[in-house]
């Protein structure tokens, strides 16, 4: 185990009757990370992070936490932070005693509390409030007094599930890039759960992504938005082209051929039937083949055209299937009806796997 | 049509407090015998009520049984309404409709099985065993108003508190229960007032000592119709207004009753 090792969780699993909430699932964490868990509705992100928490308990697996196992330490003692999505506040108590509270339990003097209560609330932001009642509170100020809360304690462990979720668009943005700032400036290693694939881009070093309580990719917001490894991954960040087909050996590599005819060389040694994914700004548009040069080049019909300031985005039509393209080329346009050709560089053609 | 509604709304208040008013206006008459609208206007009928031995002793039994039994049934509807919805018990829903029971069982039969219970235990005559019978037939008011409470709180918060470093105790004390204080408080109340009022059972099981103010006037009802009686319910009514009164600058009943 790492020296900066903080969370090492190790084939975890968790069944509620014939329902797999976690399906084996191993995650590490390094000291001061902010790693993000980017899964659809029942995916077993709030399971993950409540085994963490210590209020779900694991059917195997092992949880450590800077090196202690903590699968049998009870949820008061395991020095982990935790901000529900319903935030969870105290409603009998103001601002100040909802932050004071796990510095009371601890038993810590008086101006001492005082002390941590006031650097954070000014942290995040809420100095001034700390008579206030809960009620008496914005939505994002909440947020706020919620983290503030966890992080006063100085926990081994930030975990957030879902916290912005109850929030409109609009704040929802400002708290991501306000919870990135705090993290940067308190260095907490942060876990977040969201199943907003934009927000887990904003906020992560790192992102899982789980489904069906599996992890299936594991990577930074790039790599994940830029290398799906799995048809699962590519749809869910929202690949603009992905394309059923079949792969096979040819002379210079492999060639996918695309259910709706389209030609594509890939740089992987991949055979039988399969998906791949392209961006729509990896799509290359020519008006005659040999621009393509060595590259399979397929004939398209340019359907619709959208000029969106510096650049172009089209629809073109292959044999019936939609392909969107981003040209950046703003100089060269083509028309809405034109027949021109299209091609894609290997590296940027990407094959899925089920 | 605003007139239609105000009339509505004086008729509705009219039926609720009239026979309050008539009562109250009759406790001024200085007839010898209550009558309605009084004839002249005396307040000598108070003194005498106040004073007498029957209203003060009854005053004294009523407010140590009502006391009593709000003060056993924090405990028990507490424990009783939270343990029901929180904690994996056996045979729940048996213990949930016999919870219920009190109000199916009609108070007079109540009435007369706690009789035989505290006639085999030596309970008769002592006004404790008055309360208990207070709290035992009202409990489903207190069981209810936390179980409202205990329905309404974010099951989360006990879990936040725990990941704070709160052990269970101490998360009961210093989360759940503080969560749970407006049930507590609105369900106190009831069952304060219901067992100040209560008259059915109490009349099978109180003795010349124990005698509670609803038995007493309706012991001295059947004899006389002094003014004095009117006095006397004029101060019982002002009794419950300010216990209404008093726990609402207390605990802010506006924020609890919603
Ligand atoms: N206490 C429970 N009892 C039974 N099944 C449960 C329980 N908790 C979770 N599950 C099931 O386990 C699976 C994973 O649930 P989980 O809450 O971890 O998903 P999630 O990824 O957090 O979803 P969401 O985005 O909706 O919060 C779901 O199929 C869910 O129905
Ligand atoms: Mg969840």
Same mark, same amino acid.
């Given at each position: 185990m790492g020296e900066g090792r903080v969370l090492e969780v190790r084939n975890l699993v968790k069944r509620y009757g014939r329902v797999v &909430?976690?399906? %084996?699932v191993s995650l590490s964490m390094d000291k001061g990370e902010f790693v993000v868990v980017l899964g659809p509705s029942g995916s077993g992100k709030s399971t993950l992070l409540m085994s963490i928490a210590g209020f779900v308990k694991p059917d195997s697996g092992d949880i450590y936490l800077n090196g202690v196992?903590? %699968? /049998?330490?009870?949820p008061y003692r395991r020095n982990v932070g935790v901000v529900f999505q319903s935030l969870a506040l105290f409603p009998h108590m103001t601002v100040y005693d909802n932050i004071a509270f796990p510095l009371k339990i601890r038993k810590m003097p008086k101006e001492e509390i005082k002390r941590r209560v006031e650097r954070i609330l000014e942290i995040v932001k809420l100095s001034g409030l700390e008579r206030r009642r809960i009620d008496q509170l914005s939505g994002g100020q909440r947020q706020r007094v919620a983290i503030a809360r966890t992080l006063v304690f100085e926990p081994s462990i930030l975990l957030l599930d879902e916290? *912005?979720? &109850? *929030? /409109?668009r609009k704040l929802r943005e400002e708290m991501q890039v306000e919870i990135r700032k705090i993290h940067e400036r308190v260095g907490a290693t942060t876990l977040l759960v969201t199943h907003d694939q934009q927000e887990a881009m904003t906020m992560a070093d790192r992102i899982v992504v789980m489904r069906d309580g599996r992890i299936e990719q594991v990577g930074t917001p790039e790599e994940i938005y830029?290398?799906?490894?799995?048809l699962f991954v590519a749809e869910f960040m929202g690949t603009s082209n992905i394309l059923k087909g079949t792969s096979r050996a040819e002379a210079g590599g492999t060639l996918f051929t695309a259910e709706c005819g389209l030609k594509l060389r890939l740089d992987e040694e991949v055979r039988g039937d399969g998906y791949v994914a392209i961006k729509a700004e990896h799509i290359r548009i020519h008006r005659v083949p040999e621009e393509a040069g060595s590259l399979p080049a397929t004939q398209a019909k340019v359907l619709r055209r959208f000029f969106e300031g510096d650049h172009i985005r089209y629809e073109l039509d292959v044999n019936g299937t939609l392909i969107k393209a981003i040209d950046r080329e703003v100089r060269r346009v083509f028309k809405a009806g034109e027949t021109v050709y299209i091609s894609c560089l290997p590296e940027n053609v990407r094959w899925l796997k089920e | 049509m605003p007139w239609l509604r105000r009339i509505l709304i004086a008729g509705i208040v009219a039926l609720f407090i009239l026979p309050n008013i008539i009562i109250v206006t009759a406790?001024?008459?200085?007839?010898?015998v209550i009558t309605f609208p009084p004839r002249g206007l005396t307040l000598k009928w108070y003194p005498e009520a106040l004073t007498s031995d029957w209203f003060l002793k009854g005053l004294v039994n009523s407010l140590i049984a009502a006391g009593f039994c709000t003060l056993l049934s924090i405990p028990v509807g507490v424990f009783a309404a939270y343990a029901l919805l929180r904690m994996r018990i056996r045979f729940r829903d048996i213990i949930q409709v016999y919870l219920l029971l009190p109000f199916t069982v009609p108070l007079i039969v109540q009435g007369v099985s706690l009789l035989f219970v505290y006639a085999r235990t030596g309970l008769v005559g002592n006004i404790l065993g008055v309360g208990f019978a207070l709290m035992e037939i009202n409990i489903p008011f207190m069981i209810w108003s936390v179980t409202s409470a205990v329905n309404a709180m974010d099951p989360n918060l006990e879990n936040a508190s725990k990941s704070l470093g709160a052990e269970e105790i101490q998360t009961f004390l210093y989360v759940t229960l503080p969560s749970l204080m407006p049930g507590v408080l609105s369900g106190a109340l009831l069952m304060f007032i219901l067992g100040l009022n209560e008259f059915i059972t109490s009349l099978i099981l109180v003795t010349i000592d124990t005698q509670t103010l609803p038995v007493a006037l309706y012991t001295k009802i059947r004899t006389t119709i002094s003014p004095s009686i009117a006095a006397a319910s004029t101060v019982y009514i002002l009794l419950a207004l300010v216990t209404i009164y008093v726990l609402d600058k207390v605990v802010g009943l506006k924020n609890y009753l919603r």
């Open positions: &909430a976690l399906d %084996n196992r903590i %699968n /049998d330490v009870p916290p *912005l979720g &109850a *929030l /409109d830029s290398r799906p490894r799995t | 406790s001024f008459t200085e007839s010898e």
